[in-house]
């Protein structure tokens, strides 16, 4: 129809990790999510481009894992209420995803399958009633407020600039707490798997180092880029 | 489903007389099974709302005549009702832009305008006229009536005639990010039911 | 003649949605007595050519799901059924969650909603309406243009609708340590943008 989504095959942040969990066949948990943070990050590092509109999105799903992930691999780090909110709201958020998405399957298997018809219109001799509010001016004033009520190119770039170079910060951050907690609880590795579990959080840094190279590739492109975006307008149309 | 209810539903849609060979044709049923099908019906919908009238060859579902009173009094209110602002919307893209197709309406708008334009229909400020390049839908113009009302005897002295024009074209035929144009494909999904 | 046919007879002319209260309001009774009018009337359309379909404050006659296809080969234009992966997410979102803000369902579904549902508001499967808590936000819903698609008379003839609704309201509310439950504000990223 109509109105086609020019990249219908476009898969969100909770989609990709959806399938990524669903390809493991895991539950939804911080224990998976962990298990399958290097695979999204990959996965994003592949995008190369974010849809205009959702890099934020996927940026956040990302750094969120990243948190999951460091906890995994240092259990001693401390994470902050908001971080911990923050976890358990991507779990929630996969969840009830994952029902809609199953629930989906349904709603397209009964889509246009028996379909009950409006009437025809019922044929009536038009009388001609106008109103009183037919007037040039309330008309004009009308067909004003239609155009201004179009969506509108607008220029976004900077707020997306922002919360990617936030992003960014916050990145910088995580890599810096859990090199320091390696540093401070590089003792409680037993002796036997230590070379191992450094080699794991050595990697995982390595995977965050390229993340933050994507994110600050990803503002740059933004810089001085229209974006398009439909602004909701207010006035509820009456029927 | 029984042929009758068959029937039913296509008479109710319809709401216009239907000949008893049309319906044999439809149904592929003889008409003597239509017939006795109508029987059913008739018998069916007696001290209901809604009745089966027949007329030499011709069937169709009316409203039950004892409701007269009602629905003349319901169709005045119809045509005297507060246009609201989605009607005056509506109106003023059918005379800015009509002839305009509802699809294109719809897509100006952001919202489905269905309902809003039979009722522009029925009370004669907007007309239905046949759209040259589909056969299966229509395109709505504001009628003379409406122009001499407001006062105008060409569409162009409308304020801003050709700056909102071209406006709402472009807007059309520029796609919005992850939709098509709306030119591109002239069907809709609610146009046709 | 009853207040059920009665009611028949208005549903069946107007053919488009009315209100229980614009009913109530035309016959001069209560609410009360036109929603056992109402359930009455749906007993008695049981399996004929016409449904009964009802959806928050409204009611509306449509064909019986059962004759869609007939129905399908005598209307003129062509309907579209292809709704895309967005289209059929957000639709389920908005059946089974509905009434529901935009941010909530960017926050289900991880991306921006906004021209999808225009997309679903122009083509007249969902519909937005005020939100009673914030006056600046609306809420989205499904349309008797849904619901007849998907061939249900009722929202909650849907397959296991209550306890999806259930199901998705334990995930809300259950409180994240040390965090008030989400569910009352849920927040979107893109939504400042």
């Not at chain 1, 020019?6 to 390809?23: A, H, M, T, W, Y």
């Not at chain 1, 910088?172 to 002796?191: A, C, G």
């Amino acid at each position: 129809m109509t109105f086609t989504v020019r990249q219908p095959s476009f898969e969100g942040p909770l989609d990709v990790l959806l399938n990524l969990i669903e390809k493991r066949k895991l539950f939804i948990n911080d224990i998976s999510l962990a298990k399958v943070a290097d695979d999204y990050l990959a996965h994003i590092k592949t995008l190369g481009q974010f849809p205009l509109h959702d890099s934020a999105n996927f940026v956040l799903v990302a750094s969120t894992l990243v948190l999951i992930k460091s906890k995994s691999l240092l259990p001693g780090l401390e994470l902050t209420t908001e971080e911990q909110g923050d976890i358990a709201d991507l779990e929630k958020r996969l969840k009830i995803y994952k029902k809609i998405k199953e629930l989906s399957v349904g709603i397209k298997e009964r889509f246009g399958r028996q379909i009950s018809f409006e009437p025809e219109q019922r044929k009536i001799d038009p009388i001609f009633s106008p109103d009183a509010s037919m007037t040039i001016t309330s008309l004009s004033a009308a067909v004003s407020d239609v155009l201004k009520n179009l969506p509108k190119k607008e220029f976004l770039a900077k707020v997306i600039v922002e919360k990617v170079m936030s992003l960014e910060d916050m990145i910088n951050h995580l890599t810096k707490r859990v090199t320091d907690s390696i540093r401070m609880s590089f003792k409680e590795f037993s002796k036997n798997d230590r070379a191992s579990k450094v080699h794991v959080i050595v990697s995982f840094l390595a995977m965050l180092e390229l993340v933050k190279q994507g994110i600050i590739s990803v503002s740059q492109e933004r810089h001085g880029e229209d974006i398009v975006m439909e602004t909701e307008y207010l006035g509820v149309p009456k029927y | 489903m029984t042929l009758e209810a068959k029937i039913e539903a296509v008479l109710f849609w319809k709401a216009e007389p239907v000949t008893v060979v049309r319906l044999a044709k439809i149904f592929n049923e003889t008409e003597e099974a239509v017939k006795s099908a109508l029987t059913i019906l008739e018998e069916k919908l007696h001290s209901r709302g809604v009745s089966l009238l027949r007329k030499d060859d011709e069937v169709a579902l009316r409203t039950a005549p004892e409701a007269g009173g009602l629905i003349e009094t319901l169709a005045k209110e119809e045509l005297t009702k507060d246009l609201g602002k989605a009607g005056l919307e509506t109106l003023s893209i059918v005379l800015y832009q009509g002839p305009i197709s509802r699809r294109e309406i719809d897509y100006v708008r952001g919202v489905n305008s269905n309902f809003i334009l039979r009722n522009l229909l029925v009370r004669g400020l907007v007309e239905k006229v046949e759209n040259p390049r589909d056969q299966r839908s229509f395109l709505y113009r504001p009628t003379f009536d409406l122009l001499s009302f407001i006062g105008i005897s060409k569409i162009d002295e409308l304020p801003q005639y050709a700056s909102v024009r071209q406006e709402i074209a472009t807007f059309n035929s520029t796609p919005i990010e992850g939709e098509a144009p709306v030119s591109e494909e002239p069907t809709s999904v609610t146009e046709s039911i």
